[in-house]
């Protein structure tokens, strides 16, 4: 079996791409091995690329960006299995049963914040003695 993407466009209709071809271009233009008509995907929206074992999502400056599990995707990032990307209403969910095992991703850095002030330990007179 080999890596796809099971696309779904706005009417619900479901088709399958196999990634076949080194790169895989997707857009509104005839052009793009994957066309899609959603009317906010760009003649020339992104592209997958084959990296080695894995595949590289490229948005390729989209007007209306390219999103990756519902995160707007800023240039280009290694797709793992079960990654839902979405251009307007078309959703694309990439598969490949082939795919090495990665550890997830580190999860998104929060803002540091200052540990709160503890208070200090009080014991009573005499607590503990008999």
Same mark, same amino acid.
């Given at each position: 079996m080999m890596a796809k993407l099971t696309i779904t466009d706005n009417s619900g209709k479901?088709?399958?791409h196999e990634l076949v071809d080194d790169v895989t271009t997707i857009g509104r233009a005839s052009s793009n091995i994957i066309q899609v008509a959603d009317e906010k995907a760009?003649? =020339?929206?992104?592209?997958?690329?084959?990296?080695?074992?894995?595949?590289?999502?490229?948005?390729?400056?989209?007007?209306?960006?390219?999103?990756?599990?519902?995160?707007?995707? =800023?240039?280009?990032?290694?797709?793992?299995p079960g990654d839902k990307l979405s251009v307007g209403k078309t959703v694309f969910l990439f598969?490949?049963?082939?795919?090495?095992?990665?550890?997830?991703?580190?999860?998104?850095?929060?803002?540091?914040?200052?540990?709160?002030?503890?208070?200090?330990?009080?014991?009573?007179?005499g607590a503990g003695r008999r």
């Open positions: 479901e088709r399958i760009s003649r =020339q929206h992104f592209r997958v690329e084959k990296a080695g074992e894995r595949f590289r999502l490229v948005d390729l400056g989209s007007t209306n960006g390219t999103r990756l599990n519902g995160v707007k995707l =800023q240039g280009q990032v290694l797709l793992r598969e490949d049963p082939n795919a090495p095992v990665m550890p997830p991703p580190p999860p998104p850095p929060q803002e540091a914040q200052a540990p709160a002030p503890s208070a200090p330990e009080v014991h009573p007179e």
